[in-house]
C-alpha cells in the first residue's frame, strides 16, 4: 500500500468512527492510516464488518479488511468453543453470568460481529466464587502465581479471582462476584443483578438484563477503566444502545436502574461520548433526566477524554499534552477504584517492587 504523503490526522479520527457503521468511499492513503488507527484502536475488526461489501474498496484494502474479519470470526469461534467446555462446569446449583463480549456472542447481537475477544468474564454469586474457582481449576484452567499480597488484593479488594488461563489456549477467564472493586466507590449488592439476570437460550449461562448491560459497559469503561485509547469501549455503548433503544420502555428502566445501582455519573458520561462521537441515538430526555455532573467535571472530562481515548497519530509519539492526559485519567482510575488511605500504601508497594525489578534486570544485564 502506497504512504499517505499529509492529511489530518485528528481529521480522520471521526472518519474512522463513522466506518464503524457505513461504508466508506476514500482512497487508498486514507485507508492505510484508518486501518493502522484501526488497529491501535482494536477496532479494525468492525471495521471490516461495516466495510466488507463495499464493491469500491481498493484491492490491497479489501485483503486486509478480510484478514481482520477472519481473524475476528476465528476468535469468536475459539470462545464458542471455550463455553461449550465451560457449560459442562455450570450444574444449575446458582447462576453463572456472562459478562461483555461473550454475552454479546451467544445472544447474537449485531454489535458482536467483527469485534474482537480475549477473555471470558464470568459473574457468580460470592458465596459460590470459590466453588466455581474449584470447578475450573478441576477441569485443567490454571491460575498465575501471585505473591500474598497480590493474592490478598484480589481476594479482599477487588471484583474478580486472578484471570485463569488453560495451557495451550489463548483465551483467558476472569472470575467474577461483582462488576466493580469491593473497595470502589460505586460498589453496590451484585444479588440484584442476579435477580434481573435472563436465560440465554439453549445455554445453562445467564446474561445482564439490556439495562445493566449498558450500564456496565458504562461502568467498565468510565469508572473501571485508566480511559487510555478505550475508543472501543465507547462503540460498545454505542452498539448496546442501537440494540435496545426501540425496546418499548427501554429508556425509562434505564434512567431508573442507573438511578437505584447509583450509576448515573458513569452512564451520563458513556451516553455522552457516545452520541458526540459516534451519532449515538441518544433521546435528550434520557440525558436530561439523569443526575448530571458538575459543570466543571464535564469541562475537564471534554477536555481530557478525547486525548485519552482517541487514537493519536501512529507516526508520532504521543505529544506532552496527551501524556499529561493520560497521567491524570489513571490518577482519576485509581481513585476511584480505591480510597486514598489504601491507595497510598498500594502505588507505594508496586513502585517499590517495579524499582527493584529493574535494577534486578540492569544488575542481570551487566553480569551477562
Known amino acids: 500500500m502506497t504512504k499517505r504523503a499529509s492529511t489530518s490526522d485528528i481529521a480522520d479520527v471521526p472518519l474512522l468512527l463513522m466506518g464503524l457503521r457505513t461504508p466508506l468511499a476514500i482512497d ?55 463455553l461449550f467446555h465451560l457449560a459442562r462446569l455450570c450444574r444449575n446449583d446458582f447462576p453463572v453470568i456472562l459478562l461483555k463480549g461473550s454475552a454479546y456472542v451467544l445472544q447474537r447481537r449485531r454489535m458482536a460481529e467483527g469485534r474482537f475477544v480475549s477473555d471470558i468474564d464470568l459473574l457468580v454469586p460470592r458465596e459460590q466464587l470459590r466453588v466455581m474457582e474449584d470447578r475450573l481449576k478441576a477441569a485443567g484452567w490454571q491460575a498465575q502465581k501471585l505473591d500474598a499480597y497480590d493474592e490478598r488484593y484480589y481476594r479482599d479488594w477487588s471484583h474478580e479471582t486472578p484471570p485463569l488461563r488453560y495451557p495451550g489456549r489463548t483465551l483467558e477467564v ?18 440484584t443483578l442476579f435477580n434481573c439476570s435472563q436465560p440465554i437460550p439453549g445455554t445453562p449461562f445467564h446474561a445482564l438484563c439490556a439495562e445493566d448491560q449498558v450500564l456496565h459497559a458504562c461502568l467498565h469503561c468510565f469508572n473501571d ?9 465507547v462503540v460498545d455503548i454505542d452498539g448496546l444502545v442501537r440494540e435496545y433503544a426501540d425496546r418499548p420502555g427501554f429508556w425509562d428502566r434505564l434512567g431508573q436502574r442507573a438511578t437505584e445501582l447509583h450509576l448515573e455519573r458513569p452512564l451520563w458520561y458513556g451516553l455522552h461520548y457516545a452520541k458526540k462521537w459516534l451519532g449515538c441515538p ?18 475537564l472530562m471534554d477536555m481530557l477524554v478525547p486525548m485519552t481515548m482517541l487514537p493519536p497519530s501512529p507516526d508520532h509519539p504521543p505529544a506532552l499534552k496527551v501524556k499529561c ?24 508497594r508496586k513502585s517499590l517492587r517495579r524499582m527493584c525489578a529493574h535494577l534486578s534486570g540492569n544488575a542481570e544485564a551487566g553480569s551477562a
Request: charged fraction near 25%.
Open 28 to 82: 487508498e492513503a486514507r485507508w492505510e492510516w484508518l486501518l493502522r488507527i484501526g488497529r491501535l484502536t482494536g477496532l479494525h475488526g468492525r471495521l471490516a464488518a461495516a466495510n466488507l461489501l463495499n464493491p469500491e474498496l481498493p484491492p490491497p484494502v479489501r485483503r486486509h479488511l478480510l484478514s481482520s474479519a477472519r481473524v475476528a470470526a476465528f476468535r469468536s469461534q475459539m470462545l464458542r468453543a471455550e
Open 325 to 348: 492526559a493520560r497521567v491524570l485519567m489513571l490518577a482519576r482510575h485509581h481513585l476511584l477504584r480505591m480510597p486514598p488511605h489504601m491507595l497510598a500504601p498500594h502505588l507505594t
Open 225 to 233: 477503566g485508566d480511559l487510555e485509547l478505550r475508543v472501543r469501549e
Open 174 to 191: 476472569d472470575l467474577h462476584h461483582a462488576i466493580t472493586p469491593v473497595t470502589g466507590r460505586r460498589a453496590f449488592d451484585p444479588a
Open 282 to 299: 441518544v433521546p435528550a430526555s434520557a440525558v436530561a433526566g439523569l443526575k448530571q455532573p458538575p459543570a466543571l467535571h464535564r469541562r
